[in-house]
């Protein structure tokens, strides 16, 4: 293929004496002198290339070859060597320029995606540059799970897949939204608007892209399973959720029996047996206190969950952390939107076609949904985790001077506030394209079910540990990947004074449950929390978790009839790690 496009472009430029590969990366300038052959029949290259003193540099197509010399010898006579070929020409540069004029009205705002005028601005890192290499999402398809898909505004349209896509609110085939709900048709946009002459461009302006309308009516278990699985085994890839659970601090909620098997099965059977990429929200609820690991949704390690990141360089105000964070990209909540599709004219969030005005964990989600597909084009073998290796390796720290930042037992750092960084879609597509798959199925090590009776009380200000010597999976001969940790306890005082903190042999530490406003619900009945801030580590050693009882508001002055806050009694307790045995140790 590579000659073929070599040979194409020689066509071309006989005469120009330049080969140009468009849109490979050059680097540094060649310090070599290189002659192109057209050697006699029967001639030997390797032969001629020696006796002229020379390195061969390979064949072009068949009867053309590249001779090779230091630079400085450019200048040593040819004549010999034009005797003995029956073509030749010297090869130098010439200028050329990449063909992106990208007309789209709203690109110059696309600051998120370009980093604005000045390039400085957050940005998810040379996306243009991938779309002129021909990577561009096609071949994937996006399924955006929400409030339905306008496929007929012309951003959308020639990407739409109408066989992948599903009113499933209103049991139809046609996800067309209401003329309120705008919320899918510009997350949709973010991930895979066209780049035309309308609106802006998606990240993946050529993956496909599908509706699956979940978020009209009334939703329940089984509308979110059959949205969540919906022809994952037949060309949906990637599941974008821009939505979950009220971000109000006060809820643990996550997916419904059904709809945890419908994500399970498709994990499992998924492309092909990949697996389905889950990318979800975060979620808006840092003003409550809200933490990732409160949704059950963002905090499955099926899903990639993902945070907002300001054109001030810090996370935006309502986006909330969490160990179970992965990345945060570009956002609202600086001075700065989101530009996306909107409904079509006087409909949807905007009077014109276009909105500048998206954001929140609702544009970050689709815009790393763009990030994957990019990723499966060019590795589509990808399975589930490894999409979560790739797009943590492509992350770069942000704000590093925040003291959020930690580095684990496998100097990885990670922060709540910025789960691994900001994506690189260059660097993901880069290491994609190589990327060897982890073993699968996952190797797990777990505690088992500590039940604790009577149950462990916990009186305020006091914290009690609770410890796991996992005796298997040493560093260096085994990555742990997810750890998930399920807990029941009692609060009556509310759970908001439940703080729960893990921390792994390396003496990285995680913060599962932070003090709230959530001064009702009492019960935590085996929630699951997750963390990825131990990715790398090993398992083997003394996992400690802290549970401690604490007064969220200090100083406040509390009814003296209930005496304050109550203990907190903690009934059961279970860690397990998730990760592999690293080929070659065993
Ligand atoms: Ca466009
Ligand atoms: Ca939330
Ligand atoms: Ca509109």
Redesign the pocket.
């Known amino acids: 293929m590579k000659v073929l496009l070599l040979w194409l472009i020689l066509l071309f430029t006989v005469g120009r004496g330049w080969i140009f590969v468009p849109n490979v990366d050059r680097g540094p300038e060649r310090k070599v002198h290189t002659i192109a052959i057209r050697i006699r029949d029967g001639g030997n290259p390797r032969d001629l290339a020696k006796r002229h003193g020379f390195r061969y540099g390979g064949q072009v197509v068949p009867g053309y070859h590249l001779l090779e010399r230091p630079i400085e010898h450019r200048n040593h006579s040819l004549d010999k060597l034009s005797e003995e070929v029956e073509w030749m020409q010297e090869q130098t540069p010439l200028v050329r320029v990449k063909r992106s004029n990208i007309a789209d009205p709203l690109w110059s705002q696309q600051w998120n995606l370009h980093g604005g005028s000045s390039g400085h601005l957050p940005n998810v890192g040379h996306v243009q540059e991938l779309w002129d290499r021909g990577v561009d999402g096609r071949g994937t398809t996006i399924a955006v799970v929400d409030d339905g898909l306008q496929h007929t505004h012309p951003d959308i349209a020639p990407n739409y897949r109408p066989a992948q896509s599903r009113d499933v609110s209103y049991g139809r085939d046609d996800p067309m939204p209401h003329n309120r709900d705008s919320h899918g048709t510009a997350a949709a946009g973010v991930a895979a608007a066209r780049q035309n002459n309308v609106c802006g461009v998606g990240v993946a302006p050529r993956a496909g892209l599908a509706g699956l309308r979940i978020l009209a009516g009334y939703p329940t278990d089984s509308t979110e399973a059959i949205g969540e699985s919906y022809k994952c085994d037949q060309g949906n890839d990637i599941f974008s959720n821009s939505w979950?659970?009220?971000?109000d601090?006060r809820?643990l909620e996550g997916p419904g029996h059904v709809t945890a098997e419908a994500m399970r099965y498709c994990i499992e059977r998924g492309r092909g047996g990949h697996g389905a990429i889950y990318v979800w929200a975060?979620?808006?609820?840092r003003h409550y206190g809200?933490?990732?690991n409160?949704?059950g949704y963002?905090n499955s390690r099926f899903t990639i969950a993902v945070g907002a990141f300001t054109d001030q360089y810090r996370y935006a105000d309502y986006s909330?952390p969490g160990a179970a964070l992965l990345c945060v990209v570009p956002s609202s909540g600086g001075t700065r939107h989101i530009v996306s599709t909107d409904l079509l004219g006087s409909a949807g969030a905007s009077h014109t076609d276009c909105t500048r005005s998206f954001g929140g964990t609702s544009a970050a989600c689709p815009t790393v949904a763009g990030i994957v597909a990019l990723m499966l084009q060019v590795n589509n073998r990808l399975g589930w985790r490894d999409v979560q290796h790739v797009l943590i390796h492509s992350c770069n720290r942000t704000d590093i001077r925040s003291e959020s930042w930690t580095q684990n037992g496998a100097n990885l750092w990670h922060s709540h506030d910025y789960g691994f960084g900001i994506p690189d879609a260059r660097r993901a597509v880069s290491i994609a394209r190589t990327w060897r798959n982890v073993p699968r199925p996952a190797t797990i090590y777990s505690s088992g079910k500590k039940d604790l009776n009577p149950s462990l009380s916990i009186p305020v200000g006091d914290e009690k540990a609770l410890f796991w010597d996992c005796p298997a999976g040493a560093k260096d001969s085994f990555f742990v990947e997810h750890v998930e940790v399920t807990i029941s306890l009692y609060a009556s005082s509310g759970r908001g004074v439940v703080q729960v903190v893990l921390c792994s042999p390396s003496g990285m530490c995680s913060i599962l449950a932070r003090a709230t406003n959530d001064d009702q619900a009492t019960d935590i009945s085996d929630w699951t929390y997750m963390s990825l801030r131990h990715w790398g580590e090993g398992s083997r050693g003394q996992w400690k978790l802290r549970v401690r009882t604490v007064d969220p508001e200090p100083g406040k002055k509390r009814n003296p009839r209930n005496g304050g806050i109550r203990p907190v009694y903690l009934h059961s307790w279970e860690i397990r790690t998730h990760g592999y045995r690293i080929p070659g140790t065993y």
């Open positions: 979950g659970p009220i971000d601090g809820h975060g979620g808006n609820g809200d933490d990732v409160n949704d963002a909330e």
